[in-house]
């Protein structure tokens, strides 16, 4: 199994013991994706809809690549590699 670092927005830590960098393992997004949620009860709700969709506010990327560019949940990870995390921002002026 792949080992990846997964970096945690400030508003998710609070699921992460307010850890910036965890580890957890996958062959692909979306398996890295549920190795967080399974070690880290309760950030799964925040990065999944009700559908287990990753809604549009929340972006993933893979190397600093958004995975949408690349081929989505299904995006392969290494050994080493870095996912992150990021809630779009929200806000701003009317």
Avoid: K
């Amino acid at each position: 199994m792949t080992t990846v670092t997964v970096y945690i927005p400030s508003t998710f830590r609070r699921f992460t013991d307010n850890e910036e960098h965890v580890t957890v393992q996958g062959s692909c997004v979306s398996e890295v994706l549920d190795s967080l949620g399974a070690a880290y009860p309760g950030i799964g709700d925040l990065i999944y809809d009700g559908d287990r969709e990753i809604p549009r506010h929340i972006n993933i990327y893979v190397n600093n690549q958004e995975i949408h560019d690349l081929n989505g949940t299904a995006t392969e990870v290494a050994d080493g590699d870095q996912v992150a995390v990021i809630p779009a921002l929200a806000g701003g002026s009317q």
